[in-house]
């Protein structure tokens, strides 16, 4: 998945559903609060770790992220509102508190207090430690190649399932070839995307592709590892290609094999059909991919293989906006793209 855009995006993932437990109301007027050290197999928590506290009836009555390696607090639990009778918000004085660290039953150290709902504005401080979380992921969605122009920002998104049996939280960390493209940067790396176990989420980057840099078109790979921010060696690593389009490709473009070729579309502008034509110098599999000026990809025509010689294709945009479009044509041989201007 990908998307492009000219300004920054970034994702925050501080919310989290938990199916099939009630929430507290975060409205609640009272509450005791819990603090203390937190550790996950043997290690200080990292930031992202999810706290919870639930009530005797599994009431969610309060939750903290951890913000700071292997300390949480304070952790609201909300008492129930005794304005709303039949509702079960919250703890009740006298309730026993059970706390959870990434969904994950915790042991728990009483360093002062207790784990009983006293009285309102109480503190506990009170240490836990789960040692059971097992990590693993896998990998569902990964980025596409795509088309760009100088100046764009780039926004690539990989898609993971939690495998482990608790609560878990990944980072993105990538890097273009700067050795290729000077000036490109890779920003808005994700550090706190969270999945439960068995879920779903997505984590980003983003792309800056530098205003200057050559007046060729090319392309360069992005290398990028997605992690489990429990166990950093839990890891999936591949890459992804951007394309960066100046100009329409020359026809004689040295780089292309003899033989090989794509014409201007004719029309162009057009309205609503055109016809794009190309040379092929040998036997090919060959695709032709349209993109908009964003970079996404709207259309996709799999031409099949195709023998030696002239061909031509027709493009329908009737399901399209005015405007610019690239053309990329695909083949066992080479990889060559145009610009062409719709007109409704």
């Given amino acids: 998945m990908n998307f492009l855009k000219k300004c920054v995006f970034l994702i925050a993932a501080t919310a989290l559903a938990f199916a099939g437990q009630a929430v507290a109301d975060t409205e609640a ?38 913000d700071s390696s292997g300390i949480y607090g304070f952790l609201h639990a909300n008492r129930d509102d005794v304005d709303t009778p039949g509702s079960d918000e919250g703890a009740n004085p006298g309730d026993s508190i059970r706390l959870v660290v990434n969904g994950i039953d915790a042991a728990v150290t009483v360093v002062s207090g207790g784990l009983t709902w006293t009285s309102n504005g109480d503190q506990n401080n009170i240490d836990l430690a789960i040692t059971t979380q097992t990590i693993g992921f896998t990998v569902l969605t990964t980025p596409t ?36 493209s000077p000036g490109w940067s890779t920003v808005n790396q994700d550090s706190v995307s969270h999945a439960d176990a068995g879920g779903t989420t997505w984590v980003y980057f983003d792309v800056d592709l530098a205003v200057f840099g050559g007046g ?3 392309s ?64 090919s599999k060959v695709s032709l991919e349209i993109f908009n000026t964003l970079g996404q990809l709207v259309d996709v025509k799999n031409l099949g293989n195709l023998p030696v010689g002239l061909h031509e294709v027709e493009f329908d945009a009737s399901e399209l906006s005015s405007g610019v479009y690239f053309y990329r044509l695909q083949t066992d041989i080479a990889s060559v793209s145009k610009k062409m201007l719709l007109l409704k």
């Fill in 220 to 283: 360069f790979m992005v290398h990028y590892t997605v992690y489990s921010a429990i166990d950093t060696s839990v890891n999936y690593s591949d890459w992804v290609v951007i394309y960066k389009s100046i100009t329409d490709v020359d026809d004689n473009n040295p780089l292309l094999p003899d033989g090989f070729s794509l014409a201007q579309n004719y029309p162009n502008p057009f309205n609503p059909t055109t016809t794009i034509s190309f040379t092929l110098p040998q036997k």
């Fill in 145 to 180: 190649d795509t088309l760009a122009a100088p100046g764009w920002t780039v926004t690539f998104g990989v898609e993971i399932r939690n495998d482990g049996n608790g609560t878990d939280f990944y980072g993105v960390n990538a890097l273009p070839d700067t050795n290729v």
């Fill in 29 to 66: 007027p009272e509450w005791v609060d819990f603090y203390g050290n937190v550790s996950v197999n043997g290690n200080p928590a990292p930031v992202g770790t999810v706290v919870e506290a639930f009530d005797p009836d599994n009431v969610l009555c309060g939750s903290y992220i951890v």
């Fill in 216 to 218: 060729a078109d090319t």
